[in-house]
Nanobody
Framework: QIQLLESGGGSVNTGGSLRLSCVTS????????MGWFRQAPGKERENVAS????????YRADSVRDRFGISQDSAKNQLYLQMNNLQPEDTAIYYC??????????????WGQGTQVTVSS
């Protein structure tokens, strides 16, 4: 059974940092495209950043390009999102997702339950 479990969310003040983790199981992590998404209240879900299999960063949203970093530890089957200089507009539920391809096409098939990030001004 494929599982993705996010953690690391919380409440911070503007300018603060958080590191999200996604623990995965049930699939060959090293052969999957992995991504972080977020959804704010009243807004559509957006792709924040993605890694192809092997750890190459293939996407990072312009809004987070200089502040967020995506990485993985394939030995631990874990995905990370380091978020620095957080802003109120980063407030959202953050999701980890997996696409069963070595390269990313946007067809993510497996999702975690999400972790809440709240940034106060």
């Amino acid at each position: 059974q494929i599982q993705l479990l996010e953690s690391g969310g919380g409440s911070v003040n503007t300018g603060g940092s958080l590191r999200l983790s996604c623990v995965t199981s049930g699939f060959a992590f090293k052969d999957y495209c992995m991504g972080w998404f977020r959804q704010a209240p009243g807004k559509e879900r957006e792709n924040v950043a993605s890694l192809s299999a092997g750890g190459l960063v293939v996407y990072r949203a312009d809004s987070v390009r200089d502040r967020f970093g995506i990485s993985q530890d394939s030995a631990k089957n874990q995905l990370y999102l380091q978020m620095n200089n957080l802003q109120p507009e980063d407030t959202a539920i953050y999701y980890c997702a997996a696409e069963p391809r070595t390269y990313c096409t946007g067809n993510y098939r497996h999702w975690g339950q999400g972790t809440q990030v709240t940034v106060s001004s």
